[in-house]
């Protein structure tokens, strides 16, 4: 399993059916792979709940996202297992199929929500648009397997 995470002062998400956005926070562009399992999404979400990249009075990145009162979007993103090997036109193969990927995909999303953090998502399977103001900027990539962080 793969997460993208931005640290934003904003982002946002829109689809057909679905319209959500947040301030602070996380934006988490979650991929599930072939071999990604529920226990890769434990690490991961708790991970991403303790990870402290907020500044404290100092500056210093010391604040997890309890202490800013912060929220995720968490948005998926088969397309951070794309193959690029081979050809100009990525593959796929590389990502869980659907059924799979949304189960593991919303039980993140609760994991997450189980360490007392807002979470909104994007719809899972979706055209959507996307929008965010990275703040820092921030991007770290999170990635487990066999249930353990990489």
């Known amino acids: 399993m793969k997460v993208v995470l931005q640290k934003v002062s904003q982002a946002k998400v829109t689809s057909e059916n679905t319209q959500n956005e ?3 926070g996380f934006l988490l562009l979650v991929g599930v792979g072939q ?10 979400a708790k991970k991403i709940a303790k990870t402290r990249i907020f500044e404290d009075q100092e500056g210093k990145m010391n604040l ?6 912060g929220e995720i979007l968490s948005i998926s993103q088969f397309t951070i297992y794309a193959s690029v090997k081979k050809g100009n036109r990525p593959g796929f193969t590389n990502a869980k199929s659907p059924d799979e990927a949304l189960k593991i995909y919303e039980y993140f999303n609760e994991q997450l929500a189980s360490y007392n953090i807002n979470v909104k998502t994007g719809e899972f399977g979706a055209h959507m648009d996307v929008s965010l103001i990275n703040d820092g900027p921030i991007t770290i990539i999170f990635e487990s397997k066999d249930g353990n962080i990489q």
């Open 22 to 24: 947040i301030k602070q």
């Open 64 to 69: 997890d996202i309890h202490q800013v009162g």
């Open 35 to 44: 071999e990604s399992t529920y226990a890769d999404a434990d690490v991961i």
